[in-house]
């Protein structure tokens, strides 16, 4: 065996100049470190904020997970920009945005969300010369995307009740990610006919599974062929991107997460919840990148708690606190257009979190929104049948009967929005801060208190 391993090292393969090609050897340092951002609650923190924030100093953002299910929202200049696909740091006209292995690519979504946003204005011109994709990327078609629709409606029937999913095809592309019959983007970019007999596979394996569905296959396929030439300037190997950013001169690479820890299909509320690592862990492999080269890690907290769709909600308020919240928040989803459900902060959730992502620093957005509360509710322990659990439910039904135990504070009355340091936050404010901060155990850096740049107060 050791014979035959040393003839391999002896002859490398040669490229078309027939000269040796050898992988690069290992570098010892660690390299340049990322600054992760994620959401720590159901999604809809403001992580669009946070990166748009890091993002002006920043070389490189990154996705490395979901697809555009995912909705950031940034304001510069009174301009409204939607992100879903596009890392939201590609606003920053010195910054090259990276989507990685982990990210499902629709690539009429990806062309469209780019052209509108550069109709808004100035900020996203030259976008194409500043992204790059990975090629392991897997591709979401729009047959995943009806069938997403279609499998939304048969829970409906079969089960009383759907998962509330975004409908763009995200499930379908992950499972067929999964059972290993997907297609990546350097699939697309080698021989189209052998891409279109895998396509044309995938597409009558669908087809077989839902009769109703129609795929206008041959459409597709000539719509995807002139994609083509449109993506190809932007693909590169992604790990070896990565590796060379990493280990290259020194570089301010920024992560920014899609969707939250409690959406995350491992950790989250569970079926409620995406198809891919939101947490830290997939950071890595939705990159290519090492543990060690993960730095900050940042959690996103919004100042209470909403949700898009179904599923528990321990300290969810249906009533006119929520309609409170959710009218003055405006708090509709960016991709879905669907209002979000809103309830008071709930730090057992932060925590789990917490757990989970080992936060250095946490962002608290929204501030604002509660400046009209007389009172304040915070939920800092859950009880079901009456004892005190010390930890996150995983079983649905069990997380239903949950009792929140809250901790009431005094609201402070008065209009935050013009804040601009810690100190000229009202009292009441201030212990707001520091009573979450206690409890989970991690500094707060940034507070939110509207919805522009110049909004974020950072503390150190």
Known sequence: MSERSGDLEATPPLNSSDTPVTMPPPRPSVGNKVTVVLGAQWGDEGKGKVVDLLAQNADMVCRCQGGNNAGHTVVVDSVEYDFHLLPSGIINPKVTAFIGNGVVIHLPGLFEEAEKNLRKGKSLEGWDKRLIISDRAHIVFDFHQAVDGVQEQLRQEQAGKNLGTTKKGIGPVYSAKASRSGLRICDLLADFSQFSERY??????????????????????????DYVARV?????????????????????????????ALLDIDFGTYPFVTSSNCTVGGVCTGLGMPPQNVGEVYGVVKAYTTRVGIGAFPSEQSNEIGDLLQS????????????????????????YAHMINGFTALALTKLDILDVLPEIKVGVAYKVDDQFIPHFPANQEVLQRVEVVYETLPGWKSNTSAARSFQELPENAQNYVRFIEKHVGVPIKWIGVGKSRESMIQLF
């Open 328 to 351: 003055r928040g405006k708090e509709v989803g960016v991709t879905t257009g669907r209002k979000r459900r809103c309830g008071w902060l709930d730090l057992v959730l932060i925590n």
């Open 200 to 225: 044309k596979v995938l597409a009558q394996q669908y087809k077989s599974m839902y009769p109703t569905l129609e795929i206008d296959i041959e459409g597709e396929l000539v719509k995807l062929k």
């Open 232 to 260: 190809k300037p932007m693909v590169r190997d992604g790990v070896h991107y990565m590796y060379e950013a990493l280990h290259g001169p020194p570089k301010k690479i920024l992560v920014e997460g899609a969707n939250a």
